[in-house]
């Protein structure tokens, strides 16, 4: 028996979509070629907050901002929230339920948000002690950083909400699967900057 073909690297729906499946190679070749500029963009501020850390003007440091705790968690959810949106890829390969469908979409969405939810009370927490953008080299470059991956998050919970009222009003269509083909590579992107993030930033900042 011949093995179907994988026409772009990710999750290929296979024939049983039709011209979707024929349509996302193309398609998903230019999303590639955004995430590759995305990660370049991610690239410049990671090496601005390397080369920072010791730009501090007789401020705060790591050891004085940063919950190790309140982070942990965060990265549980944004990794559990990688595995809820492959198990909804799998339901849209496989032509599941679109309950079952909506329904992982609608678990990776609060888990997004309450990603967001405990990263923006870490941030109000580091200006709470001193911690500003505007307070030193260091503070700076973090700002630039990290908030900017989560700015990522945030359109990709919103990309998700208009996804699913997409399902709601047309069905889970042509546009809605090409949709969630993207909306993957994108979420499991972010999740690959947070790991670095979280190891470059704040397990490195904090030994």
């Known amino acids: 028996m011949s093995q179907p073909v994988a026409r772009h690297p990710g999750l290929n729906l296979g024939g049983a979509h039709g011209s979707t499946d024929a349509a996302a190679e193309r398609l998903m070749f230019g999303f590639w070629v955004f995430l590759m500029s995305d990660a370049i963009l991610f690239g410049m501020v990671f090496a601005s907050y390397v080369t920072s850390l010791d730009a501090r003007a007789g401020g705060p440091g790591p050891h004085d901002l940063y919950d190790i705790r309140s982070v942990f968690i965060e990265t549980l959810l944004l990794l559990c929230s990688s595995f809820t949106f492959g198990m909804a890829s799998l339901a849209l390969k496989y032509q599941h339920s679109t309950r079952r469908l909506v329904g992982w979409l609608g678990v990776t969405l609060l888990l997004g948000m309450g990603f967001l939810g405990l990263e923006i009370h870490d941030f109000l927490s580091m200006i709470a002690k001193g911690g500003s953008a505007s307070r030193s080299g260091f503070l700076s470059a973090f700002f630039d950083l990290v908030p900017l991956h989560g700015a ?21 269509d042509h546009w809605v699967k090409l949709g969630i083909l993207r909306l993957a590579l994108f979420w499991h992107f972010l999740d690959i900057i947070w790991i670095a993030i979280f190891s470059v930033v704040y397990l490195a900042g904090l030994t």
């Open 152 to 172: 990522h998050v945030t359109a990709g919970c919103i990309w998700l909400v208009c996804l699913v009222a997409q399902i709601a009003r047309f069905g889970v």
